[in-house]
């Protein structure tokens, strides 16, 4: 079950694409400022302190503080447990489209 709400959450925070965006600027490794994530959208700091919210939330960032300045960092294993539940579907997908497709070759023989 707590699994099931961790991926929630994760999926949750991806539907948004500011919070996409600030996943793909700190997807290179280096801890950013809440005011670099914040400098490529015409929002107000508290919009862009939100969308940090949920992304911390969902356990996709962490976030350290050094002074007056708060820098975000990726955790990649959220991520890796979305992207290992698609893998799973798609390949249950996959099978089933595969399964019809055999069907209707055989009926149309």
């Given amino acids: 079950m707590h699994r ?3 991926l929630d959450r994760t999926f949750r925070a991806l539907a948004d ?3 996409r ?7 290179s490794g280096e801890a950013r400022s809440a005011g670099e994530l914040g400098a490529r959208f015409r929002s107000a700091q508290p919009t862009i302190s939100r969308h940090l919210k949920v992304l911390e939330q969902a356990c996709l960032v962490e ?3 050094e002074g ?3 820098r975000f960092r990726l955790r ?3 991520l890796a447990e979305a992207s290992q ?4 579907h798609q390949a249950f997908w996959t099978g089933a ?3 019809l497709e055999q069907l209707l070759k055989e009926s149309e023989r």
């Fill in 21 to 27: 965006s600030m996943i793909h600027a700190l997807a």
């Fill in 85 to 88: 539940w698609l893998e799973r």
């Fill in 4 to 6: 099931e709400a961790a």
């Fill in 97 to 99: 489209v595969d399964q």
């Fill in 76 to 78: 990649r294993e959220p």
């Fill in 17 to 19: 694409p500011t919070r």
């Fill in 63 to 65: 976030r350290r503080v």
């Fill in 68 to 70: 007056r300045v708060h």
